[in-house]
Every structure is written in structure tokens, then in C-alpha cells.
């Protein structure tokens, strides 16, 4: 049962976890913060709001007591191979441009900011792994952030149930995991190039740590922020990136009125923001990065391993294709047996 919150203490404490990490919680929300806060008043022996705002505030274990409370309000629903269009968008497009520009140093360094229980740094080591295996002995450096550390220590142990794991392709899923009694824990492949930690987009020290970053992922996260903060936070993006760095944000997030800084960069039925201009047109043209046919374009989930560099546009262009991928709703090669969307491979596996 859930402690009475007031309006008056649910302004205050709102406040309060704004200034701390940023979050914004509109009036509407006074009841995820009463029903996700009460079990912390009851761990700390906080009868109500009130006495619990003010240990947060005052006692000696504030500190400990704001991690655990930022634990319990903090979003975390996540997916291996999640929103397929971005990740072909990296994989084709944002990755080749990163490792031409990046030969002679043989350096690559990507951040996943808002990492969550890690699905997305580790999709991008399979990625990297699997279809861009020459750069794997380059200094490769996945840096997965997030602000809970609930979720970081479940990053941290790499174990997934069937619901994470569905969209992974099935080659995938047996090369880089190990099943056990219907869990898949990472191994120790993926592991190497990942590096989990505890880090608040609101803090600007810490923010300024992160330097010379090739690419950002920040999805679905500068929606819980509101417009200043999503300002603050982008601008440190900006700071944090290579010259020729990008940013890929969620489907439903926009930088419009948040940084002009950024150039938006359309493919296909998504974007990417690039720092400069460097190498990248305004649009991407139809085909880069992706199979085409004789006749016609091939429908959207057909992908193709790897790219090689046009000379005459310094861009991804297409190889020949090692497997075909398209995303079916059937489940008959599933090791889930789930019926929702997964990669089927053809031809020659991986």
C-alpha cells in the first residue's frame, strides 16, 4: 500500500530530483513517484514524504539513499537489436565513414549513454564483432553509462531472458551467448570491448570527462529531461565528439529548438546527427550502404555484411553481400520461440 503523497511535499520533491539529475516530473506523475518512492520510506523508516524528504536532504546516508531513489524512478525497458532502421543506419553508414576516418589512429570509442541493462552496447560489440571483425584488434571501446546502478549491476552479470534476446539473429545468439535453463549470459567476447558505468547526463564534471568520442547513442532518454536540461545535455554531446562525430537519438525524440550545432543527416526512414561536415552530404542517396537490386530497391529489412568505401564520394558503398537478413514474424528458427519480429539468415551463416 502505497504512503500518501501531497501536492505540496510532491512539488518539493520533484524539485528536488530535478536538481540532482535533471529528471522532470510533470503534475501527472505524483503517483508513479508515490507508488515507486514508497518502499524506500519503508526501508529507511520514513512514516511519511515529508520525514523522507528531509533524510535526503540532511541525514549522514543522503548520498546512498539518492542513488537508490534515482534507481526507483528511472525507466528501464530495453532490447537487443532494438529499432532495426538505426541500427543498419550505424552499421552501414555511420560506422564505415568512423573507421576510414579513424585508420591511422586505430582507435574507435563509442558511448552508449542511458545503457540501461546493457542490450545496446552489447548489439553494437555484435555488430562490430561480427561484420567489422578487421578492426577488432584496434583499440575498441564501448563506454555504456547509465544513472541507476540497479540496472548497471544487471549489465554487469550479462544474463537475458527470451523477451531480450528475440531479435538477435540465431547465429548470433549461439556464437556470442551461452543458454542456460532459458537465459542467455553474454560471453566473454562481447564482454571485452564493453565497459559499464555509473554516470549522470545532468553532472557537467562528469560530462566533461568523456572526450574524443567517435559515436553517441542517447535513445529514448532526453525525453525525460525538460527543454534546458535536453540543451545542457546535447551541448555536452557536442563537446564530448570527434570532429567528425555523430549522434543517434530515439525515433521519437528531435533536436529541433535543443542545438543548432547538429546536422541532421536523413537515411532512409531514419536520421543521425553529424557534428560536421565532413564527408556526409546533405542527404544520403538511395542505395548507400545498403544491397541493391538490378531492377528495383529491395524491401527495407534486406541488409547487406560489411561495406567498402566509394572513391569518389568517400562514402559507405555497398559489398557483396555474405548473407541476406530480412526480419520474418514467423518463429520457426527461433531459439526463443518467439512470434515477434527476429532476423532470419540465409545463406552463408556467420
Partial sequence: MSIPLSQETFYKLRGFIYTKSGLSFPDGKKYLLECRLTPRLNAVHCPTFEDYLSYIQFDPGRDKELIQLLNCVTTNETFFFRDITQMDCFRQVILPQVIKARQNARAIRIWSAGCSSGEEPF???????????????????????????????????????????????????????????????????????????????????????????????????????????????????????????????????????????FRPIPWHKTFFYAKADEGLPSTLEPGVGRALSSSSPPPQHHHVVGAHYSSASGLPAPMQPLATRSLSASSAHSPTGNQSEEWKLKGKAP
Fill in 123 to 261: 548489439t553494437l560489440a555484435m555488430i562490430l564483432a561480427e561484420e567489422f571483425s578487421s578492426v577488432m584488434n584496434w583499440d575498441v571501446q564501448i563506454l555504456a553509462t547509465d544513472l541507476s546502478d540497479h540496472v548497471l549491476q544487471a549489465a554487469g552479470k550479462g544474463v537475458y531472458g527470451p523477451y531480450a534476446v528475440r531479435n538477435i539473429p540465431p547465429a548470433y545468439l549461439q556464437k556470442y551467448f551461452t543458454a542456460t535453463e532459458g537465459q542467455y549470459l553474454v560471453g566473454p567476447t562481447l564482454r571485452k570491448y564493453v565497459k559499464f558505468s555509473r554516470l549522470n547526463l545532468f553532472d557537467a564534471l562528469q560530462m566533461r570527462s568523456m572526450k574524443n568520442i567517435d559515436v553517441i547513442l542517447c535513445r529514448n532518454v532526453l525525453i525525460y529531461f525538460d527543454q534546458e536540461v535536453r540543451k545542457k545535455i546535447v551541448s555536452n554531446f557536442f563537446d564530448a565528439l570527434r570532429p567528425s562525430g555523430s549522434l543517434i537519438i530515439g525515433f521519437s525524440e528531435s533536436l529541433s529548438g535543443v542545438n543548432r550545432l
